[in-house]
């Protein structure tokens, strides 16, 4: 047979040369060729057709094995071509490059002992036994393969010290001349006795011209259901030639120095050269990087050179087989002893040290798979292997990027700075956690560990958690596996009467959709504890309302009629819903702005209550959570109440405006002289807005400075260039605005959300108050200034924590 393999070899060649060479691929001189690393696959499809049909029925073996042979071609050639015409080149390389070594290192395994096969001219393949053993240490055969063996060490330690792309094939005609040298020069030796001894093939008396190959497509005797049984070997086959075009490709490109290469375009012409190969009735064919790099060094430098080469090739096939008579077979043993030898090496040598312990046992199970039991085998459990490679590496990857206490990760909402020292001291009970990746069953494991131990006694005890928020603004997907998870986490932060907040989601998204398939909101106590936002600053805006909620209920729980310090603050309509959200409403992720706050008249819920102190330590036998609430509230109480007493008297006392600048000043004036600051009720100027009127643009308006009576504002900050913006609120007996005008790429935008009463201090007014009232100006200013520095902070930090 081998006449007929050597034509359907010239043939692939051929075809795949013309198909490069006329413009298929970028490479003007590249060099197509009969794929040989797959010969280990036509090997299992031929022996398993041979074993299912018998060897009495040749013609049909052979009929079934011509036309399995080409279909593979075909099949290779459509993956090829489909990867290429629709720009899927780079998905070829998604493939995990330890898998592909070990895959090669497979194929090496195989030609080394193919190599021995030859030499030793054992039929049927090498069987791992005793007999294979004992007939393959006979002298004779013993030296037949050894000597080639023997060559190849030689040819390994001279390309050590000879770089040059002429080694190889001068090496390989100096062992041709000088065997037949020796044949020639030893007495009573010839080439006949050499063919006879196995020391060269022998010599083909057939006269059939190349295309008798032909003759054995004799479809009436192939064996169909055969054919389709191969198809796991075929494709097997096929990933392994297409696994070959992104590392040729770019390899030939960077030796040759071509930078415009696309790897579509050459898989595209790869699926051309295959497809018609197999059509040929022939077999795979690819662009082989050493022979490219041999014959573009050698001087081609056109597509002209190819197809010389490739009608010289033509002049080589129709001169017919009778050269395979004068060649050695240790010439033969020595290229696929080299072939074989550079794959292993490459897959067990070059990776010892430079990959993880993981891939490399990886490599080797792929390499000893395919060699002791079957090559789709092999394959097979490289993918598998590829699958759990990702698993382990994935789940080793922590999808917690940051642990952030409240008293870090703060919303941006301006409230009074009395609110802020409440709300820093209970931060602790708030903790958020940012995730990244993609959540799956091998990493959500990590994320319930690092929640339960934050749930743990000793951590509780120390630090209490009452809202518990996962923030998935960088979460990539999340399986169903991922969504139990949550659900575990759910079922801990209820038993534990906490609330848990997911944020940066948005509606109808996938994570959404798969929290909500699994059941993460059974009960109306679960959507009570369970809350979902589009972003973080929303989520943690709850959160702050909701303690400043759960202190107002408290002090109407135990001191029913007592009268509630005068000092309060509006908290923002909308931070927290009338009801959990349901995925049956419109919008669930978007908290609706209902101006009545349960329990609350007008929205108004007392920052800091009037309780005695045996109020107070009749609470302190609770959990660590409510004492650690109660300890913030009552420090500060006892820290404000002169500035609350000095409040109510001057309300009686004075007309508008002056408490609520009194009110405003708390905690950003050093001092609270209502002399002092009943000189700058003059300048300002009181006005009402509407919801959805404009109350100021920083860069456009001139320098204004407003104080809040009553309403609530919205704003919104953006920067240039910067596709990011945030959204918060201003409250009431708050301040915002700028006493002097400078120059920022920041944004900010202030509009009514509801109807609102403001004093402001216009530019003009500003200007009159410099120069008339210098001390209250001074102190004006210093309050925006110290205003802003809190406002820089927080900003700065939501972002960071947001990131």
């Not at 080409?70 to 993956?79: H, N, R």
């Not at 990244?436 to 959500?444: A, D, E, K």
């Not at 994320?447 to 120390?462: G, I, N, P």
Request: charged share 15%.
């Amino acid at each position: 047979m081998a006449p007929t393999g050597l034509s359907m070899f010239y043939v692939s060649t051929i075809v795949s040369q013309l198909v490069y060479s006329l413009g298929g691929s970028a490479f003007k001189a590249g060099i197509g060729s009969e794929m040989i690393e797959v010969t280990p696959f036509f090997h299992q499809m031929a022996t398993s057709i041979m074993y299912s049909m018998g060897e009495d029925n040749q013609a049909g073996v052979l009929a079934t094995t011509m036309v399995t042979f080409a279909f593979s071609s075909i099949i290779t050639g459509i993956c090829f071509g489909l990867l290429g015409k629709f720009r899927l080149g780079k998905l070829v390389g998604f493939f995990p490059r330890h898998i592909l070594v070990g895959c090669v290192g497979g194929v090496g395994y195989f030609l080394v002992v193919t190599a021995v096969e030859v030499c030793s001219r054992i039929d049927g393949g090498i069987q791992y036994n005793w007999d294979t053993m004992k007939y393959l240490f006979q002298p004779l055969v013993l030296l037949q393969w050894v000597f080639p063996l023997s060559l190849t060490f030689l040819l390994v330690v001279a390309q050590h010290l000879i770089r040059s792309p002429l080694l190889v094939p001068g090496y390989i005609i100096l062992v041709f001349v000088g065997f037949h040298l020796l044949i020639a020069l030893v007495p009573q030796w010839n080439l006949q006795s050499a063919r006879e001894y196995g020391w060269i093939f022998p010599l083909q008396q057939s006269q059939e011209p190349w295309w008798s190959f032909y003759k054995l497509y004799s479809f009436s005797k192939v064996d169909w259901w055969l054919v389709i049984s191969q198809i796991p070997t075929i494709f097997a086959l096929t990933f392994f030639g297409v696994l070959h075009v992104p590392i040729n490709v770019p390899a030939l490109a960077l030796s040759t120095g071509t930078d415009a290469v696309d790897v579509d375009r050459e898989l595209l012409a790869h699926g051309v050269s295959n497809v018609l190969s197999g059509l040929a009735g022939s077999i795979q064919n690819y662009l082989v990087y050493t022979n490219s790099v041999l014959f573009i060094r050698a001087g081609a430098d056109s597509r002209l050179s190819g197809v010389l080469l490739a009608m010289a090739t033509v002049c080589v096939m129709c001169s017919g087989p009778a050269i395979i008579g004068y060649i050695p077979v240790c010439v033969v043993g020595v290229l696929v002893f080299l072939l074989g030898y550079e794959l292993v090496k490459e897959a067990l040598w070059d990776t010892w040290g430079r990959v993880r312990p993981f891939e490399y046992t990886t490599i080797a199970v792929i390499v000893a798979t395919m060699g002791a039991v079957d090559f789709v085998v092999g394959i097979l459990v490289g993918i598998l292997l590829a699958c759990v490679s990702f698993v382990v590496q994935a789940s080793s990857e922590e999808v917690v990027t940051g642990i952030y206490s409240g008293e870090y990760a703060r919303s941006i909402v301006v409230r009074h700075p009395k609110q802020l020292e409440f709300l820093e001291r209970v931060g602790r009970q708030t903790c958020v956690f940012k995730l990244t990746g993609s959540l799956f069953f091998g990493s959500i494991g990590g994320l319930e560990e690092k929640v339960r131990s934050r749930f743990a006694r000793q951590s509780w005890q120390r630090e209490p958690v009452k809202f518990l928020i996962l923030d998935a603004n960088r979460v990539s997907g999340i399986d169903f596996s991922a969504a139990e998870g949550f659900r575990r986490i759910r079922n801990l932060v209820v038993e534990k009467g906490c609330y848990l907040l997911i944020s940066s989601v948005d509606q109808g998204s996938a994570i959404v959709r798969a929290l909500e398939d699994c059941g993460l909101w059974e009960t109306e106590e679960h959507r009570e504890r369970v809350q979902l936002f589009n972003n973080l600053n929303s989520a943690l805006e709850w959160s702050e309302n909701r303690f400043l909620a759960d202190v107002a209920e408290l002090a109407g729980s135990r001191s029913n009629s007592k009268r509630a310090i005068s000092f309060s603050a509006n908290v923002p309509t909308g931070a927290i819903p009338a009801r959990s959200p349901s995925f049956s409403d419109k919008n669930p992720l978007l908290l609706p702005r209902d101006p009545s706050f349960p329990g609350q008249p007008n929205n108004r819920v007392p920052l800091l209550f009037g309780l005695s102190p045996s109020d107070h330590l009749s609470m302190l036998s609770g959990s660590p959570r409510h004492v650690q609430l109660l300890s913030a509230a009552q420090k500060s109480l006892t820290a404000e109440r002169q500035d609350i007493l000095l409040a109510k008297s001057t309300a009686s006392a004075h007309s508008r405006p002056l408490p609520l600048l009194l009110k405003v000043m708390q905690g950003l004036s050093d001092t609270l002289n209502e002399s002092l600051w009943a000189k700058l009720c003059p300048y300002l100027q009181q006005l009402e807005f509407q919801p959805g009127d404009m109350v100021y643009n920083r860069n456009v308006d001139p320098p204004a400075v407003f104080f809040v009576e009553q309403g609530l504002i919205d704003y919104e900050i953006s920067f240039n260039n910067l596709q990011f913006s945030l959204k918060s609120s201003v409250l009431p007996l708050t301040m915002f605005g700028e006493i002097v005008k400078t120059r920022s790429d920041r944004k900010l935008v202030y509009t009514a959300s509801t109807r609102s009463v403001l004093w402001k201090l216009d530019r003009d007014s500003i200007e009159r108050l410099r120069i008339e009232n210098t001390q209250v100006y001074e102190q004006l200013l210093a309050v925006c200034l110290r205003l802003a520095s809190q406002r820089y902070d927080a900003t700065t930090s939501n972002i960071l924590v947001s990131l």
